[in-house]
């Protein structure tokens, strides 16, 4: 089944704690993005990447990494978490360029940090 | 920065009624423009996109959406809702062309009472 796949789904953590949320498609996607959803600001997307070894920041980058090693992976880097980063995050990703293609959600990680 | 207004944050409408959720967004060159529902607890899902030709698009489970450049508006509309329809719904834009950032808007909450 054609899917992206998040995990954790759920966390908690505290504040400075590294972590890594992970983001797997098995489309043979070349976008995939990350973003982060808040109540009353809808969608923001934090970084996208057109390919491997190729990253660009979206609206909201600050305060996370994210790395394109493979095609298929695109983790979350939050490497001192603060509790603004408490947040509902969601990967996408898309065939090629975003402007013509659908963009395919996971399921989304709630994070929460104390 | 491109940037994405819906106005309607929270709509509750009876079965049966007519919906039209609007959409601004702030951008003069060429978009794709873009629908998505998010069911409770789900992930975000492709009702519609527009990206040339007729400026009146049809999506999924009968959807439609209206783009008038002149305006700067893709509203979204239903004849008839139905309670399946309860959802947020999300207009995002993207620049065509080499640009890959998404913006999305704040979403509209639409509750659909049977």
């Known amino acids: 089944e054609a899917q992206v796949t998040q995990n954790p789904r759920y966390l908690i953590t505290v504040t400075g704690k590294k972590l890594t949320v992970t983001c797997s498609q098995n489309m043979n996607h070349e976008y995939m993005s990350w973003y982060r959803q808040d109540p009353g600001l809808g969608l923001r997307q934090i970084y996208y990447?057109?390919?491997?070894?190729?990253?660009d920041k979206g609206d909201v980058p600050e305060g996370y990494k994210v790395s394109r090693k493979e095609k298929r992976n695109f983790p979350l880097i939050l490497e001192s978490p603060s509790p603004n980063q408490t947040s509902l995050y969601f990967c996408?990703?898309?065939?090629?360029?975003?402007?013509?293609?659908?963009?395919?959600f996971g399921p989304g990680t709630r994070l929460t940090v104390l | 920065a491109q940037s994405v207004s819906q106005h309607n944050h929270h709509v509750i409408l009876s079965e049966a009624a007519s919906l039209e959720l609007g959409c601004n967004y702030s951008y003069g060159g060429t978009v794709n423009l873009f629908w998505y529902v998010q069911y409770p607890g789900q992930h975000l899902q492709l009702l519609l996109k527009?990206?040339?030709?007729?400026?009146l698009v049809k999506g999924i489970k009968g959807f439609e959406a209206e783009f008038i450049k002149s305006k700067f508006s893709f509203n979204l509309r239903k004849p008839s809702v139905q309670w399946s329809d309860t959802a947020e719904y999300f207009c995002a834009v993207n620049a065509r062309g080499p640009g890959n950032q998404f913006y999305f808007g704040t979403g509209t909450s639409l509750t659909v009472i049977p």
């Open positions: 990447s057109m390919n491997v070894e190729v990253t």
């Open positions: 527009y990206f040339s030709g007729d400026p």
């Open positions: 996408a990703s898309s065939l090629g360029s975003v402007s013509y293609n659908e963009q395919f």
